[in-house]
């Protein structure tokens, strides 16, 4: 059973343009978390999905920033308009219910030049 | 969510025990509490966890106090790949809750 994948693993954009992060859950899983890591940072909650719909995006800044769970294919979470801050690791986690322990992938480390 | 309190940093030497704790007065009583660990340049990783008793698995052991307002994970004997943030989330068994991570304690492991 392979892990939660994200790709890409690494990401450079130039500042103002958009950038899309992906992650597959694990199979069987259907409640995936976005998280942002600043350097030498914790890690801050951005928004919580479950298939098709949006269950807490209490995280998410209010601007350029979305996320989405199809019924078919990864989630994705998207940055418009990039700026400089927005250089972060970005994880996502899965798991089969909303109560249950995470299963976290690598992460995707966003570099906005 | 209820807040954890743990120190910001601590030391061990290898094949020694450690025993990281976790403050929590504000729990209530559906209120999970969750051990994951981030290793160097990778995402968390999960733990242990448990509600009332003490709970041992392959990776650790979990002693909640009797009044739960705290916990202690314990690594039996540290290995340099311990090395690691450990953060302790208290979690309610509710649909719908998101995992708060707090700063973690930052374990060091000497040879």
């Known amino acids: 059973n392979a892990g939660v994948m994200q790709n890409p693993r690494h990401l450079v954009r130039r500042r103002g343009q958009e950038a899309r992060l992906r992650c597959s859950p694990m199979?069987?899983?259907?409640?995936v978390y976005w998280y942002r890591q600043l350097p030498e940072e914790g890690l801050k909650f951005m928004v919580y999905?479950?298939?098709?719909?949006?269950?807490?995006e209490s995280g998410m800044p209010k601007e350029r920033f979305s996320a989405e769970f199809p019924k078919e294919g990864p989630s994705i979470l998207r940055i418009q308009q990039v700026v400089r801050g927005d250089s972060a690791a970005y994880f996502c986690?899965?798991?089969?219910?909303?109560?249950?322990?995470?299963?976290f992938g690598s992460g995707t480390q966003l570099s906005v030049l | 969510d209820a807040k954890t309190t743990q120190p910001n940093s601590m030391e061990s030497n290898e094949e020694e025990p450690v025993h990281l704790p976790c403050n929590h007065s504000?729990?209530?009583?559906?209120?999970?509490i969750h051990w994951y660990r981030q290793l160097p340049s990778q995402g968390p990783e999960y733990v242990i966890h448990?509600?009332?008793s003490n709970v041992n698995n392959r990776m650790a052991s979990l002693a909640i106090a009797e009044d739960r307002k705290s916990s202690t994970l314990i690594l039996h004997r540290a290995t340099l790949r311990d090395a690691a943030v450990y953060y302790c989330?208290?979690?309610?068994?509710?649909?719908?809750?998101?995992?708060?991570f707090g700063p973690g304690t930052r374990l060091s492991v000497l040879p």
């Open positions: 199979k069987g899983h259907s409640h």
């Open positions: 999905l479950q298939k098709e719909n949006i269950i807490d």
């Open positions: 986690a899965s798991s089969p219910t909303g109560n249950e322990k995470l299963f």
């Open positions: 504000t729990i209530s009583g559906t209120d999970y």
């Open positions: 448990g509600l009332t």
């Open positions: 989330i208290l979690r309610r068994d509710n649909y719908g809750q998101n995992f708060v």
